[in-house]
């Protein structure tokens, strides 16, 4: 089912998310299905109600779907509302998130927060030193390694936010408006972060957003109506 020769990040197979019964029922998510493969980068649009967030936290194992399955990398992870893995551990290790708030820890500095995100894995103090250093200057934020979230500024945050969010080495990223709170230039630069992140570190990258100035950085557009997805480009 995988759509290129690349190695697929996340398959998607008829996943849906019913709430309630009868009268009451509310199709949130109806049949969805699609594929991302690592190294590409995927935006997600669509109006607010549109079934967005229900596919964000339903693939990225937060609240899981109704029916259906899905696959990240090799790994069968969901059968209908069944987890087939260790979730929390999991999620640790393969998937990782920003939101549209940086949500550093406010005590940590930028090297400590990338950091934290590599001990909790159980990665030695000193390698997860080196590996927190070599993000933060590959995304270009390296000489704020000290700093206090405070210290940054919006678009900074958001870099230490994709470097923690890189830490692990996922072969997903999901990416839930990124840009909404910073201004067009600091946005189009974190949108184009999430380009590089895709087609230099082989991540799988789906970003759900409404900003339509930089639909340009994405291999491909997925758009969500009434619970439905349907490619757009």
């Avoid at 230039?185 to 999430?194: A, D, P, T, Y």
């Amino acid at each position: 089912m995988i759509e290129n020769i690349h190695e697929c990040a996340i398959e998607a197979s008829n996943i849906s998310k019913i709430y309630g019964s009868g009268n009451t029922e509310v199709k949130a998510m109806l049949n969805v299905s699609f594929t991302i493969a690592k190294g590409e980068v995927v935006g997600l649009l669509g109006p607010s109600g549109a079934g967005k967030s229900t596919l964000l936290t339903a693939i990225g194992l937060i609240n899981p779907p109704t029916s259906g399955q899905i696959r990240i990398g090799k790994d069968l992870v969901m059968d209908g509302p069944l987890a087939m893995v260790d979730v929390r551990k999991f999620r640790r290790k393969h998937i990782g998130y920003v939101f549209q708030k940086a949500n550093l820890i406010p005590f940590l500095t930028a090297l400590e927060n990338v950091q934290i995100a590599l001990e909790i894995n159980d990665v030695h103090h000193k390698d997860a030193r080196i590996r927190a250093m070599e993000l933060l200057k590959y995304l270009g934020v390296g000489d704020r390694k000290d700093n206090l979230p405070h210290m940054l500024s919006g678009g900074q945050q958001q870099r230490v936010a994709v470097a923690r969010a890189l830490a692990n080495k996922p072969s997903l990223i999901l990416a839930d408006e990124p840009t909404a709170a910073l201004d067009s230039f600091r946005g189009r630069q974190v949108m184009e972060l999430f380009q590089k992140v895709a087609h230099e570190q082989g991540a799988g990258v789906l970003v759900v957003t409404h900003d339509h100035r930089s639909l340009d950085v994405f291999d491909r557009t997925f758009e969500m109506e009434d619970g439905t997805l349907m490619l757009k480009s």
